[in-house]
Each structure stands twice: as C-alpha cells, then as structure tokens.
C-alpha cells in the first residue's frame, strides 16, 4: 500500500515553479523516493528519485529534508505539458519489485 | 527502439468474453510487470516476470487472469469471463535487470479495457 500522502490537487501558472510536496513519514533507511507523472491516456514517466540528497536532472529537482520525512519535487518553468497528475513513491530499491503509486496530485498549469 | 509497445490500444468486450493483451518490452529489458489502473486510481501492480519466469503476482490476480511471458520477450496477460469490474486500462512497463534503483522503468501507455 501507498506509504506517502500527496495533496489531492494543485495549480500553478505557467512559467512560474511548480512546487509538489509529499510526506513519508514512515520511510526507512533503505527506501528511495521517486517520482513519476502520468499524462492523460498515457503510461506513466519516471522523473527523478533520490534517497536523501537534493538531486536535479533536466526535468526537475528533488529536495529531501534532512529526516528524510518529507520531499518536495520541483518543476522550475512550468509549461502547460507538465499538466499531470504527479506520483509521489517511496520504493526499497534492494528488494521491492513494484511501485505504489496511491492517488498522486493531479497538478493544472494555468495560461 | 521505440519504448514500451501495447495492442491493442483499446478493447471493447462483452461481459463474459475472453480477452487478451500483448506487450513488447525494450528489447534489452529482461524485466516486465503488468498493472492495471482504475479510473481516478493510480496504476496497481499484478504480476512480474524476469525473463520467462513470474516472480511475483498481487492478489488482484484472479485465478481468472494469467500473464505469460513465454520467450523472455513479450508478454500477454489473458482475462477469461471478463466482468464489469474488469474495466480498466492494463499496463505494461519494462526494465534492466541491472537496474537497482530502476530509474530505468519504462511504462507503455497502456490497453484500456471496457467491458460492456
């Protein structure tokens, strides 16, 4: 079962950063957390995962707090294709074979 | 390589039909899971195979559904007696086996499945 908790929905306007908190409160030690975004009708696309430093790639940045309890995933530009519903998973990479992906936050980018 | 294939894309089917879903992993991908996801829901995982062998199915498996993966290469996941309740889009996604942290996961976008 989902082991972390995601605000249902959010919007932002375009071009400014998009902001997308989630909290683990459970997490362990050898649990990584990833985040993938699913647009309408398609499969879902990983984006990035870290386990507890920040981590940046093309698409966004990672920040993990220092317990670990909470992460915020960070869209710098957003543009109205990163319209989605973005899933936040806390993953075991050493011995889980699937993700949990729950309800996810169905994020808007406004014009 | 073109990603993660599905087919059909869409499949309308009476209830108590027999249904079957293909998928082709990235070639080089020895790993392949299926899920299934329910409008409103994210994507629940069913079942994965490394290679040609099932490791692993999630008790959503009912003995009404079978996934095989005969060859290490495509997969099929077959419905039998399909019920209304079947109605959801089945995914499939691939990865290396190298891939500990499976960034690597790649989903396909999915047979979506109405049953009528």
């Known amino acids: 079962d989902a082991k972390t908790t995601q605000p249902p929905s959010m919007d932002c306007a375009e071009g400014r950063a998009a902001n997308l908190p989630c909290n683990h409160s459970t997490i362990s030690g050898n649990e990584y957390v990833y985040w993938y975004r699913q647009i309408h009708s398609q499969g879902p696309q990983y984006i990035i995962h870290?386990?507890?430093n920040n981590e940046t790639n093309e698409m966004a940045s990672l920040i993990i707090t220092e317990d670990r309890k909470s992460s915020t995933l960070i869209l710098p530009h957003a543009t109205l294709r990163d319209t989605a519903v973005y899933y936040c998973i806390v993953r075991d990479s050493n011995t889980g074979n699937q993700f949990y992906f729950g309800t996810g936050t169905s994020l808007t980018v406004i014009p | 390589d073109t990603g993660v294939s599905q087919d059909p894309r869409h499949k309308i089917t009476k209830r108590g039909q027999n249904v079957t879903f293909r998928c082709d992993p990235i070639s080089e991908h020895n790993r392949l899971y299926w899920y299934r996801q329910t409008l409103g829901q994210g994507p629940e995982f069913l079942t994965y195979f490394q290679n040609e062998a099932q490791l692993e199915k999630s008790r959503l498996l009912s003995d009404r559904f079978s996934a095989e993966r005969p060859k290490g290469s495509f997969s099929t996941l077959e419905i039998q007696r399909t019920e209304q309740g079947d109605s959801a889009m089945y995914l499939c996604?691939?990865?290396?086996?190298?891939?500990?942290?499976?960034?690597?996961?790649?989903f396909g976008s999915g047979t979506r499945l109405t049953v009528v």
């Open positions: 996604a691939s990865s290396p086996r190298w891939a500990r942290e499976n960034y690597g996961y790649t």
């Open positions: 870290g386990l507890k």
